[in-house]
Protein backbone atom coordinates (compact mmCIF):
# COMPACT_ATOMS: atom_id res chain seq x y z
CA UNK A 1 0.00 0.00 0.00
CA UNK A 2 1.19 3.44 -1.13
CA UNK A 3 2.22 5.18 2.55
CA UNK A 4 0.56 8.32 1.76
CA UNK A 5 -2.68 6.52 1.16
CA UNK A 6 -5.30 6.60 3.93
CA UNK A 7 -7.18 3.73 5.23
CA UNK A 8 -10.99 3.62 6.10
CA UNK A 9 -9.98 4.11 9.63
CA UNK A 10 -8.10 7.07 9.17
CA UNK A 11 -10.18 8.75 7.04
CA UNK A 12 -12.99 8.14 9.72
CA UNK A 13 -11.00 9.56 12.38
CA UNK A 14 -9.55 12.73 10.93
CA UNK A 15 -13.25 13.06 9.77
CA UNK A 16 -14.80 12.59 12.69
CA UNK A 17 -17.54 10.52 10.15
CA UNK A 18 -17.98 6.90 10.70
CA UNK A 19 -16.75 4.21 8.11
CA UNK A 20 -20.39 3.77 7.55
CA UNK A 21 -20.74 7.58 5.84
CA UNK A 22 -17.48 7.16 3.82
CA UNK A 23 -19.05 3.91 2.34
CA UNK A 24 -22.25 6.10 2.14
CA UNK A 25 -20.84 8.84 0.59
CA UNK A 26 -18.47 6.89 -1.49
CA UNK A 27 -21.70 5.21 -2.24
CA UNK A 28 -23.29 8.06 -3.70
CA UNK A 29 -20.10 9.17 -5.36
CA UNK A 30 -19.49 12.25 -3.24
CA UNK A 31 -15.67 10.68 -2.83
CA UNK A 32 -13.59 7.93 -4.07
CA UNK A 33 -11.48 5.24 -3.11
CA UNK A 34 -8.34 4.93 -4.43
CA UNK A 35 -7.40 1.17 -3.64
CA UNK A 36 -7.89 -1.35 -1.16
CA UNK A 37 -6.12 -2.89 1.10
CA UNK A 38 -6.84 -6.20 1.31
CA UNK A 39 -10.95 -5.81 2.16
CA UNK A 40 -10.14 -2.27 3.59
CA UNK A 41 -10.77 0.70 1.80
CA UNK A 42 -7.91 3.25 1.19
CA UNK A 43 -8.16 7.39 -0.03
CA UNK A 44 -5.69 9.78 -0.86
CA UNK A 45 -5.14 12.32 1.91
CA UNK A 46 -7.30 14.96 -0.21
CA UNK A 47 -10.77 13.24 0.07
CA UNK A 48 -10.61 14.63 3.82
CA UNK A 49 -11.02 18.49 1.90
CA UNK A 50 -14.05 16.94 -0.09
CA UNK A 51 -15.25 15.69 3.44
CA UNK A 52 -14.68 19.00 4.85
CA UNK A 53 -16.82 20.50 2.02
CA UNK A 54 -19.55 17.86 2.17
CA UNK A 55 -19.81 18.08 5.75
CA UNK A 56 -20.17 21.76 6.07
CA UNK A 57 -23.03 21.42 3.09
CA UNK A 58 -24.86 18.76 4.67
CA UNK A 59 -24.76 21.35 8.00
CA UNK A 60 -25.91 23.92 6.08
CA UNK A 61 -29.20 21.95 4.71
CA UNK A 62 -27.40 20.57 1.33
CA UNK A 63 -29.20 17.29 0.71
CA UNK A 64 -26.53 14.55 -0.45
CA UNK A 65 -28.06 15.21 -3.91
CA UNK A 66 -27.67 18.49 -4.07
CA UNK A 67 -24.05 18.16 -3.05
CA UNK A 68 -23.36 15.38 -6.07
CA UNK A 69 -24.87 17.80 -8.33
CA UNK A 70 -22.78 21.11 -7.33
CA UNK A 71 -19.20 18.67 -6.99
CA UNK A 72 -20.09 17.25 -10.56
CA UNK A 73 -21.10 20.80 -12.37
CA UNK A 74 -19.51 22.32 -14.50
CA UNK A 75 -19.02 26.17 -14.22
CA UNK A 76 -20.99 26.73 -17.42
CA UNK A 77 -23.88 25.12 -15.79
CA UNK A 78 -26.70 28.16 -15.70
CA UNK A 79 -29.22 26.09 -13.69
CA UNK A 80 -26.16 25.39 -10.89
CA UNK A 81 -25.81 29.15 -10.67
CA UNK A 82 -29.60 29.24 -10.33
CA UNK A 83 -29.45 26.83 -7.67
CA UNK A 84 -26.43 28.40 -5.43
CA UNK A 85 -27.78 31.58 -5.36
CA UNK A 86 -31.21 30.84 -4.40
CA UNK A 87 -29.52 28.44 -1.52
CA UNK A 88 -26.73 31.80 -0.55
CA UNK A 89 -30.29 33.95 0.04
CA UNK A 90 -31.74 31.18 1.78
CA UNK A 91 -28.71 30.59 3.80
CA UNK A 92 -28.86 34.71 4.54
CA UNK A 93 -31.79 34.10 5.75
CA UNK A 94 -31.05 31.59 8.45
CA UNK A 95 -28.17 33.09 9.54
CA UNK A 96 -30.02 36.29 10.10
CA UNK A 97 -32.50 34.18 12.32
CA UNK A 98 -29.51 32.30 14.28
CA UNK A 99 -27.86 35.98 15.08
CA UNK A 100 -31.29 37.15 16.45
CA UNK A 101 -31.68 33.84 18.47
CA UNK A 102 -28.52 33.67 19.77
CA UNK A 103 -28.18 37.84 20.77
CA UNK A 104 -31.88 36.86 22.12
CA UNK A 105 -29.85 34.03 24.34
CA UNK A 106 -27.42 36.14 25.53
CA UNK A 107 -29.70 38.51 26.83
CA UNK A 108 -31.26 36.01 28.58
CA UNK A 109 -28.15 34.60 30.37
CA UNK A 110 -27.99 38.29 32.53
CA UNK A 111 -32.01 39.24 32.35
CA UNK A 112 -33.40 39.29 35.76
CA UNK A 113 -36.60 39.15 34.19
CA UNK A 114 -39.95 37.28 35.78
CA UNK A 115 -40.26 34.95 33.90
CA UNK A 116 -37.53 35.51 31.61
CA UNK A 117 -39.64 34.32 28.63
CA UNK A 118 -41.75 37.51 29.30
CA UNK A 119 -38.94 39.82 28.70
CA UNK A 120 -39.67 42.31 26.40
CA UNK A 121 -36.43 42.83 24.97
CA UNK A 122 -35.89 38.70 24.79
CA UNK A 123 -39.54 38.44 23.03
CA UNK A 124 -38.72 41.41 20.57
CA UNK A 125 -35.65 40.06 19.33
CA UNK A 126 -37.23 35.98 19.05
CA UNK A 127 -40.34 37.32 17.64
CA UNK A 128 -38.58 38.98 15.00
CA UNK A 129 -37.27 34.90 14.22
CA UNK A 130 -39.80 33.32 12.36
CA UNK A 131 -40.39 29.84 11.97
CA UNK A 132 -37.91 27.94 9.98
CA UNK A 133 -38.46 28.02 5.87
CA UNK A 134 -37.25 25.03 3.70
CA UNK A 135 -34.03 25.85 1.94
CA UNK A 136 -35.14 25.53 -1.74
CA UNK A 137 -33.24 22.97 -3.85
CA UNK A 138 -33.94 24.45 -7.29
CA UNK A 139 -34.74 21.22 -8.17
CA UNK A 140 -38.63 22.19 -8.69
Do not use: W
Not at 35 to 53: K, Q
Not at 77 to 102: C, F, G, S, W
Amino acid sequence: MDPALLDIAEVARRSGLAPSALRFYEKKGLITATARNGLRRTYHPDVLERLGLVTCARSAGFSVAEIGRFLSARADDPELRVRMAAKARALDEQIDQLTRLRDGLRHVAVCDHEPIVECPDFKGAIGNVSAAKPVPDGSS
